[in-house]
């Protein structure tokens, strides 16, 4: 079992639609979580941090369930520049490891 | 000048050639890592450094040597590779620490083996 999973999409939706994705993790140990977002033939970037009480960044909302290890990523009224792999990623206890998900792409249509 | 700056962003290479990545980080960063990224896979982390040392070796192949001079500068070093090493390496740096949680990456190297 891959330690970070998601599903790899391509989700395609229609400009503001709402728009979501899951991921989870197998690592129980995990302590910190985070939504990263990679355009086409570019470096990833962060995109938000996740908190045990969600957390909201404008149009894009981040839950976590640890009981379920499940991490979401909300994204409202998509726009054509949301277009991108989201990527899932955990940073494994203590100490700068961070796992990455393989991603899952969006695609917003006009 | 962006932060991380990562050289040569394309590179060809046969798999008897010796090459070398290379990677700065402008941003006064004391931990450095390079990641593999193959299509359709999640990033792989190859190596980490913290403060110049080796804290992170991902059960990588010898054919990949890193480098870390100082806290600025890392390289790859590349020798002996196979076509299946054909991906995009990414460098990243980020402040070491309890916390630690943005990676700030290069725009990477993107190699081929033939």
């Known amino acids: 079992r891959k330690e970070v999973e998601q599903d790899p999409g391509p989700f395609n939706v229609p400009e503001g639609a709402t728009v979501a994705f899951n991921c989870t993790y197998s690592?129980?140990?995990?302590?910190?979580f985070f939504w990263y977002r990679q355009d086409c033939r570019k470096e990833p970037k962060l995109l938000m941090s996740?908190?045990?009480s969600g957390n909201e960044d404008g149009r894009f909302t981040a839950q976590l369930n640890r009981a379920s290890q499940y991490i979401s990523l909300l994204i409202r009224d998509s726009k054509l520049s949301d277009s991108a792999t989201y990527l899932c990623?955990?940073?494994?206890?203590?100490?700068?490891?961070?796992?990455f998900g393989a991603g899952t792409i969006l695609r917003v249509k006009s | 000048e962006t932060g991380v700056t990562q050289t040569p962003r394309h590179l060809v290479m046969g798999m008897t050639n010796k090459k070398s990545l290379k990677c700065e980080q402008h941003?006064?960063?004391?931990?450095m890592y390079w990641y593999k990224q193959s299509a359709k896979k999640p990033l792989e982390l190859m190596f980490v450094?913290?403060?110049?040392?080796?804290?992170e070796n991902n059960s990588v192949p010898s054919r990949f040597s890193p480098e870390c001079p100082n806290s600025s500068h890392l390289f790859l070093h590349l020798h002996t590779l196979q076509p299946e090493d054909s991906a995009l390496y990414l460098c990243?740096?980020?402040?070491?620490?309890?916390?630690?949680?943005?990676?700030?990456f290069g725009e990477g190297s993107r190699l081929t083996v033939l």
């Open positions: 990243a740096s980020s402040q070491r620490g309890p916390n630690t949680g943005e990676l700030f």
């Open positions: 690592n129980s140990a995990s302590q910190s």
């Open positions: 996740v908190y045990s």
């Open positions: 990623v955990v940073r494994r206890e203590y100490g700068n490891k961070l796992v």
């Open positions: 941003l006064g960063h004391n931990a």
């Open positions: 450094y913290n403060f110049k040392e080796q804290t």
